[in-house]
C-alpha cells in the first residue's frame, strides 16, 4: 500500500496531492502538462526532495520531512522508466536490463541468468546485444520495462510510457503493456496527459490540476459523477453544476445553471448538485425543437472539430463559456448546414441525466 | 536576397577561408621548416646518438609518469568541480587554471618557493628524504604542474555535459553516487577525457620554463628533449632541428591517436529499425 | 548603437594607438646592445650615462649567455654592438663576418666559488667540492662561465694541494647545468645548489648578504677576457656607445662593479 502526501514549491504553482494506491493495481495520474504530475513520480522515486511530505510503502518510509526521514532513491525499492527511456547509450540491452542487478551485488552469473530470463519475458532474446541506438521504439520500451523490473520492485513509476511512440507503434504496445502490468504485484503508479489511456490502464484514477488533485476515483466513478469541469473536459463530457431550485416528482430536480434551467430525471441530496451530459446524447436544431427533450440550451457554435480516425463523429463546440460540446455526425452537420457562428439549440432528455453533489 | 546580404554571404565566406588559410599557414610554415631541414639520414644519424636517446627515453618516461599523476589526481578534482557546489568553488577553478596562463619559468620558481630545499615545505621534505630540484621526480613534478589543468578542464567538461536523466536512472537502479559515477557519468564522458589525456601528454611532453628552473639542466636526469633542444640551439642547429622533428613528430602522433580513440568509443549506430513487420 | 554610432566610436579608439605611434618616431635614435649576463649591471649604468648625454637616444639591451647572443645574431638579430664575455664567442661571430670593426677587450673578471651563506654543504675550502654529495651547479659548456669554471676545476686539479682527480670527482657533483651565470648566482642564492662557480662581478650589493665567497687563487684562475664590438649593418651609434665603454668612465663604472682593467698583466 501506498500512501503519499506531498506539498511543494513548484514555479508558479504550490503542489499539494494525496495519493493513494494498492498493490497489484495501476493508479493512474492523468493532466495536463505542467500540472505536476511527472514531478509527483520524482518525489516518489526518490529524485527529489518535497518541502514537506510524506511516502510511505507499507510499513516502510521512505519520506517524513516532519521526522527528517529521507531515503534517496538508490535506497528505495522503486523501478522508473521514464518519459524517454534513459537507456544507458553505452551499454547493450542486456547489460541496460542487469544495470540494476550489477549495483546491487549479485553475482555476474545471477545477472546473466535473471537478465536472460527477462529478455526472454519481454521477447528481447534476439536484441540482448543491440544497443539502444539500434533498437525501435517499442522495443526500447520493453528494454526500459525489463530493467525497472529487473530488481522485483514495490513501487513501478510510467513517466508517460507510450507518448514515445509514433501512433502505430503506440497501438500495439498499449496492448501489451496493459498485459504487462495486469500480471504485476507490485504498486504501479503511471503518469499520463491522455485521458484515453488513464481509462485503459487505471484501476483507480487521480486527475491533477495545477498541483492538486482535484477527483480519484475508477474508471466508472469519474465517467459517471465528473466533479470539475476540468476532470470532465478530460473525459470529453459536458458538466453542469448548479443549485437546486425544484424538486419534482420522484427524485427529479431542476437546477439553475450559467446554462439555463436542466432538469435530471435522478437526482441525489444536497442543494449544490453536478449534472453530466454526454456529448453524444445532445441533439442539434437550428429552431427551436419540439421534442421530447425537455433540456434545451441554445448558443453559438465555436468550433466544429471532426472525430478521428475518419471524422464520420463531428464534435459541435458551442459557446459562450461554460461551453456545451454535442457530438454528431458528419452526415447531420452537412445537412443542417452548421457552421461557426450561427446559432444552434442543443436538446437533451431529463431521462438521461443524472444529478449528484 | 538585398544586395548588401549578398555581399555580406559572398564576403563572409571568402574571409572566413581567407584567414582560416593564414592562421594554417601560420601554424604550418614554421613546422614545415623544421621538416625540411631534416634529412632522413641526419635524423637516423640523431637517433643513434646516446644523448639524443638519453633525453628522448627522459622524456617519455617522465611525460607518461606525469600524464599518469595527472589523471589519478585530476579525474577526482574534475569529478567534483562538474558535480558538486561548495564555498570557495570559483577560487579552486580558477587555482586550477593558473598553471595554463602563468609563464612557464615562473611556474617553476613557484615550485622552489614551495618544494625547493629551502622552500615551504623544504625541511619536511628532507626530513622524509626526499629532494625534487635537480631530480628526474622534478622533472615530472613541474610537468604535473603545467599540463594537469588541460586534463582538468577537459575531463570537467566531459562529466558536466552527461545529461541528468542517465544519472537518475541509474539512482533508481541502487547506483549510489560513487557506482554511478564509475559505471554512467565516467563511460559516457571518456571522449572528452581522453582529448584531456592526450592534451596534457602533449603538453607534459613540451614542458620547459618550469622544468629547467626547477628541475635544472642535466644530462640523463633532467635534460628532457625541450631542454636538449634548446641547448643545441646554441651548439649545433642541426641537431636542434632533429630533434625538435622528433618531438613535434611525438607529440602530433599522441594528439592524433587520443583523437581517434575518443572517437572510436561510440561507434556511430546503425539505422534504428523503423516500422518493420512485426511492428515490434 | 547606431550605425554611424558604431564608427564614430572606432575611430575615436584608433587615435590613442595613432598617437602611440607616433611618439617612437621623435625618439627614433636607438641603439642596441646584447651583452653577456654578466655585464647586466655594469652596462645599463653606462648605457644610462649615455643616454644622458645624448638626448632622445635610448639604449635597448639584451641580456643573455653570450653563446645565445652569437646565435641570435647570426640568425638575423638587429643589433648594434655585441659584448661577449669569452674570446671563442667573439670569434665565432667574427668568423661568420657579423662584425663592423675588430673587436677590443674592455675588461676582465675573476671567477669565485659562491655558497649561500648558511652553508648546507658544510664547505670551507676549495677541496671540499670533490667530496661525494653535494650539489654544485654550473653553467653549460656553452656558456663562457661554464668553459671557464671547467678550466679552473682542471688547473685546480694541477695544483697542489688538490687530488689529481679533482675536476672529475668536483663534476660528478654537478646537479645542473644552467644557461647563463645569473641562473647559477640564482640557484645558490635560492639555497638550493651547495655551491656554483660565477665571476666575482656577479656577486652584487644585492645578493652579498645571501651568498659567501670563496677565492679561487689566482694561478689557477681562467681570468675570463671580455670583448666588445660593433656589429656590421649597425648604426653609427654603436661606436659611440664602445668609445663611453672604453672611455675612463665607463672603465669606472666596470671596476666598481668588480670587474678587473683589460690590461692587468694575466698569470
Known sequence: MLRAALKHRLGEFALDCDLEAEARATLVVVGESGSGKSSVLRY???LLRPDQGRIDLGSDCWCDTERGIWIPAHGREVGYVPQDYALFPHLSAADNIGFGLRAAGFARSEVRRRTDALLERFELTAFGQQRPSQLSGGQ????????????????????????????????????ELKRVLTGLSCITVFVTHAPMEALLFGDRIAVMEKGKVVQTGDRLSLLREPRSRYVATLLGLNLLAGRVVHRGQGSEVTLATPRGPITAAESGAGDELFVVVSPDQVTLSLDEPGTSA???????????????????????????????????????????????GQRVYAAFKATSVAAYA | MTRRSSWLEAGG?????????????????????IVLRVTP???????????????????????????????VLGLPMAALLATREFPGKRAVEVLMDLPMVIPPTVAGFALLMAFGRAGLLGKSFSALGITLPFTTAGVVVAQVFMSVPFLVGAARAGFAAVEPRYLDAAATLRAGEVYGFLRVRLPLALPSVIAGIGMCWARALGEFGATITFAGNMAGSTRTVPLDVYLLLQENLDSAATLSLILVVMAAVLLAGMRQAGLGLFAPPRAPRSAQAPAR | MSFRGRHTG???????????????????????????????????????TFEQRYPGVTVK?????????????????????????????MKYAEDRKLLAAAPVTFARNRLVLVIPRSNPGGIERLQDLARPGLKLVLAGRQVPVGAYSREALTRLSLADGFPRRFDQLVLSNLVSEEENVRAVAAKVQLREADAGIVYQSDVTESVKPQLRIIPIPDPHNPIAEYSIATIAGG????????????????QAVLAARGFLPPGTPTP
Open chain 1, 44 to 46: 516518489l522515486a526518490g
Open chain 1, 140 to 175: 526500447q520500451q520493453r528494454v526500459a520495462l525489463a530493467r525497472a523490473l529487473a530488481l522485483e520492485p514495490v513501487l513501478l513509476l510510467l513517466d508517460e510510457p507510450l507518448s514515445a511512440l509514433d501512433v502505430e507503434t503506440r497501438h500495439v504496445v498499449r496492448t
Open chain 1, 294 to 340: 425537455r433540456n434545451v440550451l441554445s448558443g453559438e457554435i465555436a468550433e466544429i472539430l471532426p472525430e478521428p480516425p475518419y471524422g464520420e463523429r463531428v464534435r459541435v463546440v458551442i459557446g459562450p463559456a461554460p461551453v456545451f460540446v454535442a457530438e454528431v455526425t458528419a452526415a447531420a452537420v452537412a445537412q443542417l448546414g452548421l457552421a461557426v
Open chain 2, 13 to 33: 565566406r571568402i574571409g572566413t577561408l581567407v584567414l582560416a588559410a593564414l592562421l594554417g599557414a601560420l601554424l604550418a610554415l614554421p613546422l614545415a621548416g
Open chain 2, 41 to 71: 639520414s641526419a635524423l637516423l644519424q640523431q637517433l643513434a646518438e646516446p644523448t639524443v636517446r638519453q633525453s628522448l627515453w627522459l622524456s617519455l618516461e617522465t611525460s607518461l609518469a606525469a600524464t599518469v599523476v595527472s589523471l
Open chain 3, 10 to 48: 572606432l575611430a575615436l579608439g584608433l587615435l590613442p594607438a595613432l598617437a602611440a605611434m607616433a611618439a617612437p618616431l621623435a625618439a627614433q635614435q636607438s641603439v642596441t646592445v646584447f651583452a653577456a649576463a654578466s655585464l647586466t649591471e655594469a652596462l645599463t649604468a653606462i648605457g644610462r
Open chain 3, 61 to 89: 639591451f639584451n641580456f643573455a649567455g653570450s653563446q645565445v647572443l652569437a646565435t641570435q645574431m647570426e640568425q638575423g638579430a638587429r643589433a648594434d654592438v655585441f659584448a661577449s664575455a669569452d674570446q671563442r664567442w
Open chain 3, 235 to 250: 648604426n653609427s651609434l654603436g661606436r659611440g656607445f664602445v668609445a663611453l665603454v672604453l672611455s675612463a668612465e665607463g
